[in-house]
């Protein structure tokens, strides 16, 4: 199922179910949604990590001896599910970072795209094979892929189903970054970003989500905004005080 442990104000999510590669059924997407929910609701956690247990995989995919059983509207309702918990990646106000352990297929690649930065181990395997399956991706990675790694680059690799090593994910921009243990440089990212002003993430985040989808006149008047209005927070103040006066600043999350 999901592990939560938490360090600080950073919080890892651990798909664990290795005697199936951490491949997500029912309960385990279930589980993760859930945990997802927990995490973005709780004002403490400013960093959530997601990862796999073990060495072998992220997470392998949707588990295919689940999907072969479904119909029509049970397929639909998955479908809904896996969006949800993508969704929740995407939209808390919180960076989300994924450490990419192994196989990231599928649902698993879908996730990790979902996710704000992602890093793979230099063993992981990242990549939407649904076509072989006589399906496509239905958690986003048509949507997604298209936006991380560019539309040429994404149909090429979810109508072939072709799987990517971690250099390769790498050079197409799919990962940010390739480490060994990936887990240690994805605790370093979320430490680092949880010492920053909560308030000042929660906000780019949100523009940031916005760069790829509205007009673009009024996506900068939202940022100009927003600019302004950060002044009014002691966050702000804080900071710009500490760089005057040649100190650390603490922010507080106002």
Not at 200 to 209: P, V
Request: with cysteine.
């Amino acid at each position: 199922m999901i592990r939560v442990d938490r360090d600080d104000a950073v919080a890892v999510l651990t798909v664990d179910r290795q005697d199936a590669l951490n491949a997500l059924d029912v309960a385990t997407l279930t589980d993760l949604r859930d945990r997802l929910r927990d995490v973005a609701g709780d004002d403490g956690i400013r960093a959530v990590i997601l990862t796999g247990a073990g060495e072998k995989a992220f997470v392998a995919g949707a588990d295919i001896k689940y999907m072969s059983g479904l119909d029509v509207e049970q397929a639909k309702a998955w479908g809904a599910l896996g969006h949800e918990a993508g969704r929740l990646l995407e939209t808390m106000p919180k960076p989300t970072i994924a450490a990419v352990n192994g196989f990231a297929l599928g649902g698993g690649c879908e996730l990790a795209l979902a996710c704000d930065i992602r890093y793979a181990a230099s063993g992981a395997r990242l990549g939407q094979p649904e076509v072989n399956l006589g399906i496509i991706p239905g958690w986003g990675g048509t949507q997604r892929l298209a936006r991380v790694c560019g539309l040429g680059v994404a149909k090429e690799l979810i109508f072939t189903g072709r799987v990517v090593d971690a250099e390769e994910a790498l050079r197409i921009g799919l990962v940010n970054g390739v480490h060994d243990p990936v887990l240690d440089k994805a605790r370093e990212t979320a430490a680092l970003l949880a010492s920053k002003s909560n308030v000042a993430l929660r906000i780019m985040k949100e523009l940031a989500n916005r760069a790829l989808g509205g007009e673009h006149g009024a996506n900068l008047r939202a940022e100009g905004e927003m600019f302004g209005e950060l002044f009014a927070g002691e966050d702000a103040k804080e900071g710009l005080s500490a760089f005057v006066e040649k100190r650390d600043p603490v922010f507080k999350g106002t």
